[in-house]
């Protein structure tokens, strides 16, 4: 069974229209672009996931955007408030000294901003491009900021001129099966966040399964254990 994590609120603060960024502190000792951590949300009994934009010394920064009970019940928590949550969980990216292309759509922004930092540290090369429905959601922090069209649009001459090894995005699920697609055209990896309703969070309830293609084989894959971060190419779109 995963650790349930004691935490409590550093800070929390509106970063965009019903869009908020919550800092806990923790004693969690580290995390990954691409993982996520998944809070209890009183009297909900069912975590919620969240994917974390950001750590350091045993804070954990995640945007979220309200939906229902759950996002309202962590908007409610103030400053010193407990949190209790389980994670880091699950698969991030995996970029080693390549050229990143990053996407990000809507609050999917949250967990490439964290890999941008992540590789900033590195001096790895990367440019972000995030795209928002409206003026009031867009979250700062992008190279390119798309409003109103479709962030894919502009993938194509952005891979001419920046010539990416991988494009790592995450956003809705449509969003990421045309990044799949174009990174497959222009013969480039791409690594995509999924999401799905979670229940249990830990690859049990296999409630989140998707299909992958490996090695010629079909097969089940739970996004909240052996993901949320797959290969473009290995995942069956529909
Ligand atoms: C791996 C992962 C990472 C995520 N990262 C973030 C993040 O960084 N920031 C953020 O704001 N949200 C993120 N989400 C989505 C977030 O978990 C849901 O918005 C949240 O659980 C809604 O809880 P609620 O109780 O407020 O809403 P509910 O009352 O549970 O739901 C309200 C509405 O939102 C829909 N909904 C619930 N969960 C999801 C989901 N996972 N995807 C799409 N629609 C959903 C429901 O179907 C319903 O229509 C992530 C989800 C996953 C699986
Ligand atoms: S949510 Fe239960 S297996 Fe993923």
């Given at each position: 069974m995963e650790k349930?994590?004691?935490?409590?609120?550093?800070?929390?603060?509106?970063i965009a229209k019903d869009t908020f960024k919550i800092e806990i502190q923790s004693n969690v000792k580290n995390a990954f672009a691409g993982q996520f951590i998944s809070i209890l949300c009183p009297p909900k009994t069912l975590r919620r996931p969240f994917s974390i934009r950001g750590y350091k010394d045993g804070v954990i920064e995640v945007f979220f955007k309200l939906k229902g009970e759950g996002t309202n019940y962590i908007k409610s928590l103030k400053i010193g408030d407990n949190i209790d949550f389980?994670?880091?969980l699950g698969q991030g990216?995996?970029?080693?000294?390549?050229?990143?292309?990053?996407?990000?759509a809507?609050?999917?922004?949250a967990p490439v901003l964290f890999l941008k930092d992540e590789l900033n540290k590195k001096n790895v090369q990367s440019f972000l491009i995030s795209g928002f429905k409206d003026d009031d959601e867009v979250i700062e922090g992008s190279d390119k900021?798309?409003?109103?069209?479709?962030?894919?649009?502009y993938l194509p001459e952005l891979i001419e001129k920046?010539?990416?090894?991988?494009i790592c995005s995450c956003g809705p699920h449509i969003v990421l099966k045309l990044i799949s697609e174009l990174a497959q055209k222009y013969n480039?990896?791409?690594q995509v966040a999924m999401e799905k309703v979670f229940a249990c969070q830990i690859g049990?309830?296999?409630?989140c399964v998707i299909q992958i293609q490996k090695d010629g084989k079909v097969q089940n894959a739970t996004i909240c254990h052996d993901g949320p971060v797959f290969l473009g190419s290995e995942v069956v779109w529909n």
């Open positions: 349930i994590q004691k935490g409590t609120v550093k800070n929390i603060e509106k389980l994670g880091p990216f995996r970029v080693e000294n390549k050229r990143v292309l990053l996407v990000g809507g609050i999917g922004i900021t798309v409003v109103g069209g479709s962030v894919v649009d920046f010539k990416p090894d991988v480039i990896e791409a049990v309830c296999r409630g």
